[in-house]
Nanobody
Framework: VQLQASGGGLVQAGGSLRLSCAAS????????MGWFRQAPGKEREFVAA????????RYADSVKGRFTISRDNAKNMVSLQMISLKNEDTAVYYC???????????????????WGQGTLVTVSS
């Protein structure tokens, strides 16, 4: 599967942004999907993940209540709605696909075999 992330940009603290990830191929619904981010000088970290059917989601504690992951299997899309953005949310955001997921979406970087190119989110104060 090939992934293309979009929707990043510059936003003021407290603002909102919606990231999208388009996937190629007919097998999109077989993959658990996740969003990760990497800030300058830091390791890539888990943000949110969603199960193959979309009925189960997981979030990093730092984004719970502010970010929402969703997917549309008919359109081969996964999205990340972000509200109440903070300076510390500034990072390159990556969507990723996990082909070995069972029911519960996984949170480890090493568990995702396919990655998009990343989209930059900059939150200014």
């Amino acid at each position: 599967v090939q992934l293309q992330a979009s929707g990043g940009g510059l936003v003021q603290a407290g603002g909102s942004l919606r990231l999208s990830c388009a996937a190629s191929g007919r097998t999109f619904r077989r993959y658990g999907m996740g969003w990760f981010r990497q800030a300058p000088g830091k390791e890539r970290e888990f943000v949110a993940a969603i199960s193959r059917s979309g009925d189960t989601t997981r979030y990093a504690d730092s984004v719970k209540g502010r970010f929402t992951i969703s997917r549309d299997n008919a359109k081969n899309m996964v999205s990340l709605q972000m509200i109440s953005l903070k300076n510390e949310d500034t990072a390159v955001y990556y969507c990723a696909a996990d082909e070995n997921v069972l029911r519960l979406p996984r949170v480890g970087v090493q568990e995702y075999a396919y990655w998009g190119q990343g989209t930059l989110v900059t939150v200014s104060s």
